[in-house]
């Protein structure tokens, strides 16, 4: 058969995808892809032009040119049926709010796409030369975009092939003996509008370079704190336009980087647009919490891990300021009984959406006491949850409203899970339990629970 008749072929079993979609829904569109992916038939014929860089079509030119712009994402799925689908889905993600059920629901349907797609849509913008780079890529917006680069890989292949690579999050890891100012140069971040900064090997580098690159201004960025940061801040391009900061520190002991009073006051007129704020195992001075009432931001998100949640935390919980935010991720590994009483009733507390709690002392009381109004997700980290905990969770019904539960790295325990499933979900949709020791008769528990047949997602490792 000509080429003619090949594409033709595609053509007519393109418009068969289109009506069993209408015929038998998701399900069924889903299975003719596979099948049709299974016998090497690719349904657009343009996904079998030649991709190398002077016959790319112009909206995959477009997603290696600007990896990070939805314009030419919303472009590349309309020129391509099969991915639109895929595509469409983590674009409207990006929208959803966090308290709407299908922000859910969407989030897992995109993460299927990706892992089914990925071979497909990582031949389609990347460059054949950067093939095994394209392969090892994590999805940003549903593309692999997201990549983790260091100098021996940007030196292996040509600046030329580079400068095609779709990478919107940069993550870079530094060695000792990098030079900070050819990795700045490269085009592989030139395009990136985030950027994550790794230097366990050479924690006193300087950033500044980096932060200065040429191209797309950032828009979230990670790095470890150090003394000398905000200098290397201010050499941001466009630091009004960054919306994301995560600080961190490689130092433990007397060399650790302790966040001060007057840092925030700095970060704050330096970066008047932050709406989301972490700071990852860096001890931040009880000046600087409180200092965060003053910041200005109307952070949506914030991230801390603390030794313990004691009262300037709570203080600053419990201050106007921290009214904004929706989704918190909270780490200790103690809650202290004055802090546990403030939180109980704090007006952040009160408004959040979205909790990650590290599991911790003191845990218990809090989760028997909390008055959550608006919380519709809830994530505990382990490794280890008192029994006392599942039983004032399951106890509290301000817990109603979960959308979605998540035990990550939690041990939970047949016992435990006799106690869950005693508790009134009636909105619950994902319940996600990765790591445990639940036997048979535990998970049959959870099954059981008046709430299991509404469920979406029943994500429990079974062991065999």
Same mark, same amino acid.
């Given at each position: ?194 950027? @994550? /900064?790794? *230097?366990?090997? #050479? +924690?006193? =580098?300087?950033? &500044?370079?980096?932060? !200065?690159?040429?191209? $797309? ?87 801390? @891990? /603390?030794? *313990?949640?004691? #009262? +300037?935390? =709570?203080?600053? &919980?419990?201050?106007? !300021?921290?009214?904004? $935010? ?90 435990? *899970?006799?106690?869950?499933?005693? =508790? ?41």
């Amino acid at each position: 058969m000509g080429r003619g008749g090949v594409v033709q072929l595609r053509l007519q079993l393109a418009e068969w995808r289109i009506v069993i979609d209408e015929k038998f829904g998701e399900d069924g569109q889903l299975a003719f892809d596979q099948v049709c992916e299974a016998a090497g038939v690719v349904l657009d014929p343009s996904l079998d032009e030649p991709t190398d860089d002077d016959s790319v079509v112009d909206e995959v030119a477009a997603v290696r040119a600007a990896p990070a712009n939805r314009a030419a994402i919303r472009a590349l799925a309309a020129k391509y049926p099969r991915f639109a689908e895929h595509l469409t889905r983590a674009l409207e993600l990006e929208t959803l709010r966090l308290d709407d059920p299908r922000s859910y629901t969407l989030a897992r349907q995109v993460t299927a796409g990706a892992n089914e797609r990925r071979a497909a849509l990582t031949e389609l913008v990347w460059p054949r030369e950067l093939a095994k780079v394209g392969e090892n890529a994590s999805f940003v917006r549903g593309l692999p975009v997201a990549c983790e680069l260091d100098a021996n890989m940007l030196q292996t292949y040509r600046d030329a092939a580079w400068a095609q690579a779709p990478i919107a999050r940069a993550i870079l890891r530094l060695g000792p003996r990098d030079d900070v100012d050819e990795l700045a140069a490269s085009p592989a971040i030139a395009r990136a509008n985030e950027l @994550e /900064l790794f *230097a366990g090997h #050479a +924690p006193d =580098a300087d950033f &500044a370079p980096l932060l !200065a690159r040429p191209g $797309v201004a950032l828009e979230r960025l990670r790095m470890p704190w150090q003394p000398t940061s905000i200098r290397q801040l201010r050499a941001l391009p466009a630091p009004a336009q960054l919306r994301s900061l995560s600080l961190g520190d490689a130092f433990e002991g007397e060399r650790a980087n302790l966040l001060r009073e007057g840092d925030l006051d700095e970060l704050s007129a330096l970066l008047p647009g932050l709406t989301a704020f972490a700071l990852t195992n860096l001890k931040p001075h009880a000046d600087a919490l409180r200092a965060l009432e003053h910041t200005g931001w109307a952070l949506d998100h914030f991230a801390i @891990e /603390l030794p *313990a949640i004691n #009262a +300037p935390f =709570a203080e600053l &919980a419990t201050s106007p !300021a921290m009214r904004s $935010v929706r989704r918190l991720e909270l780490r200790a590994k103690q809650l202290t009984g004055v802090a546990a009483t403030a939180l109980a009733t704090s007006p952040m507390f009160a408004e959040l959406l979205v909790l990650e709690l590290g599991t911790c002392a003191g845990l218990a009381a809090w989760l028997r006491s909390c008055t959550f109004a608006n919380l519709v997700a809830l994530t505990l980290r382990g490794p280890e949850l008192a029994f006392e905990a599942y039983e004032a969770f399951a106890a509290n019904r301000v817990f109603e409203r979960l959308i979605s539960l998540s035990f990550a790295s939690v041990n939970v325990t047949d016992k435990a *899970a006799t106690v869950l499933a005693s =508790a009134r979900l009636p909105a619950l949709r994902h319940l996600t339990i990765p790591w445990h020791q639940l036997t048979a008769a535990g998970i049959q528990a959870l099954r059981d629970a008046p709430w299991a047949a509404q469920l979406e997602t029943f994500s429990v490792l079974e062991r065999t």
